[in-house]
């Protein structure tokens, strides 16, 4: 089987982007070039079927990343959310927390903040405690 316009396809694409870029090939990508690679093959010495089966294999391995990621990222947008109404839950109450000299402190929180996507409970002794530092409540 000859891919030669295959090769120089997918290597004047890669050339100009990056290898981050080029390692986030999505399902609608691979079935690109599977289709390139198809109507540019010899007639008269086409795709064996272990390889055709071994991309085809592929393109499910791809799917299955695809949807992984998008449930990790819903996962993680939900943790983000129970991180929220928990902080919220401290409002006005104790915790118990080390401070920076690692002693243990108590310390009501006055205030909640959000700084590069951790939380933060601010105490009245104005403390900013990071939400999983924190040891107890009461």
């Known amino acids: 089987m000859t891919t030669s316009a295959v090769t120089s396809t997918l290597t004047s694409s890669t050339t100009s982007t ?3 870029s080029s390692l986030s ?12 690679e198809l109507e540019n093959q010899n007639p008269l010495e ?3 079927t272990s390889e ?5 294999a592929s393109l499910t391995q791809i799917s299955q ?3 992984t990621n998008t449930a990790l990222s819903e996962l993680s947008d939900s943790l ?3 991180s929220s109404n928990q902080a919220l839950s401290y409002l006005n109450k104790t915790i118990t927390y080390l401070n920076d000299s690692s002693t243990e ?3 009501t929180v006055t205030g909640i903040t959000y700084e590069d996507g951790a939380t933060y409970l601010t105490t009245k002794g104005g403390d900013s405690v990071a939400l999983s530092d924190v040891l107890g409540v009461s």
């Open 25 to 36: 090939m999505t399902s609608s990508d691979f079935l690109s070039l599977l289709l390139t």
């Open 80 to 82: 983000s959310s129970l």
């Open 46 to 48: 086409p795709t064996s």
């Open 18 to 20: 990056s290898l981050s």
């Open 105 to 107: 402190v108590s310390d």
């Open 52 to 56: 055709l089966t071994s991309l085809c």
């Open 65 to 67: 990343t695809e949807d």
